[in-house]
């Protein structure tokens, strides 16, 4: 029997490659996105035809069951939020609606519509936050230092509360942070690549960054997204940290994604308070032992070739983008 799979966040980095994977599984793929003047469908447009799209949202309920209604889904990924650090700090009150109290409402249009659908939530290394020990596992406490990060706990522990109130198949993922050429370009990894690609094609010789000195676990969408779809096939609900096991700061970031274009960082990159945040997250370095054993995971991508691949992306986007020849210069 073919299994279906619906995708909240189906229009983000996630979604797009989850997608990809489901639709290589044999899956029927349902994919969610919210009413919006423009498509915003950029990451599934490739997919057109190989999935099908229901409207809802986080914040509207009955939307949520109808979704489920309609689609019968055997597995549920909730990767719907709102994503991006800074901007909790500015709407706080809405990133809890979408990114908290989103996890309430979709579990409980699956308590009200099938409790046997098996859920998946996309947790955050954010929840570790302001980290005493490293690395970071299952074990590690909790210390968020955003209203994001807060609003994830509130998710992660809710999906907890789920599986031992009700018995329902629901498991968090606790991501490190993952990029990919279709990573929003707001995120430092995209801006960093897009800009050297920017750079590079002469539209511009500064790249102005908050910063520098910030360590984060990178890893590629397309490993971590085969961690979630194995979670939802064990054979008990758990709850993995996903990671690489490597950490790197930004400044390292810098150094490789320049490098790679021919070009030294320190002739563009300029520290610029504006992008410094009110509470940093100094440090991440995840252990996924636990996903290594249980499932077999272990991601192919290494922190270089990531870089090197978005890099590769950016300035063949660009290329494309600008009349021939433009996107050459140096
Ligand atoms: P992303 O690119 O920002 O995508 C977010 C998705 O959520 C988009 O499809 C967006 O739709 C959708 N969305 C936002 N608010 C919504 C609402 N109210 N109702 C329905 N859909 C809504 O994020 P991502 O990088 O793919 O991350 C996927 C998930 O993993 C997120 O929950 C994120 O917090 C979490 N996570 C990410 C990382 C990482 O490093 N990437 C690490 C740990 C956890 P629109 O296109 O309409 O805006
Ligand atoms: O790329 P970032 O914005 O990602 P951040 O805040 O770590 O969050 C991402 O990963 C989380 C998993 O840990 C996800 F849950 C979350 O949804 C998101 O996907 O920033 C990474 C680091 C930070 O320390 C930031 O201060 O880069 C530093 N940074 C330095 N300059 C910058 C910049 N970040 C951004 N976005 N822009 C800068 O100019």
Redesign the pocket.
């Known amino acids: 029997m073919t299994r279906t799979a619906l995708i909240t966040g189906i229009t983000g980095q996630d979604g797009s490659y989850l997608a990809e994977l489901l639709i290589e599984q044999g899956y029927h793929v349902v994919g969610m996105t919210r009413r919006s003047s423009t498509s915003g469908q950029e990451r599934i447009a490739h997919l057109d035809g190989q999935l099908e799209l229901v409207q809802g949202d986080l914040l509207d309920q009955a939307s949520l069951v109808e979704a489920l209604r309609s689609s019968k889904p055997h597995e549920v990924y909730n990767l719907a939020a709102q994503?991006?650090?800074?901007t909790s700090w500015n709407q706080p009150v809405l990133t809890g609606e979408f990114t908290a109290l989103g996890v309430t409402r979709l579990l409980e249009a699956i308590r009200q519509v099938d409790p046997t659908i098996r859920f998946y939530q996309a947790s955050?290394?954010?929840m570790f936050g302001q980290v005493q020990v490293s690395p970071q596992d299952e074990s590690t406490p909790f210390h968020p230092r955003s209203p994001?990060g807060v609003a994830?706990v509130y998710g992660h522990l809710l999906t907890v509360n789920y599986r031992e109130s009700y018995g329902i198949f629901a498991v968090s993922g606790i991501?490190?942070?993952h990029e990919s050429p279709r990573r929003g370009l707001?995120?430092?990894?995209r801006?960093v690549t897009d800009g050297v690609a920017r750079i590079k094609a002469g539209l511009t010789d500064e790249l102005r960054?908050?910063?520098?000195a910030?360590q984060?676990d990178w890893g590629f969408a397309g490993d971590y997204v085969r961690a979630m779809w194995l979670m939802l096939q064990n054979d008990e609900p758990r709850d993995y940290v996903i990671a690489t096991g490597h950490t790197h700061t930004?400044r390292e970031l810098c150094e490789v994604a320049f490098a790679h274009a021919g070009l030294d960082y320190r002739d563009h990159v300029i520290e610029d308070a504006k992008?410094l945040?009110p509470a940093?997250?100094d440090h991440?370095l995840g252990d996924a032992s636990r996903a290594r054993a249980d499932l077999g995971w272990n991601p192919q991508v290494s922190f270089q070739e990531l870089v090197q691949m978005m890099v590769d992306a950016d300035r063949a986007r660009l290329e494309r983008a600008l009349p021939a020849g433009a996107a050459s210069v140096g």
Do not use: D, Q
């Open positions: 994503s991006f650090v800074p955050s290394s954010e994001y994830k991501c490190f942070n707001e995120f430092v990894t801006k960054l908050g910063n520098l910030a984060r930004v992008y945040r940093e997250v991440l």
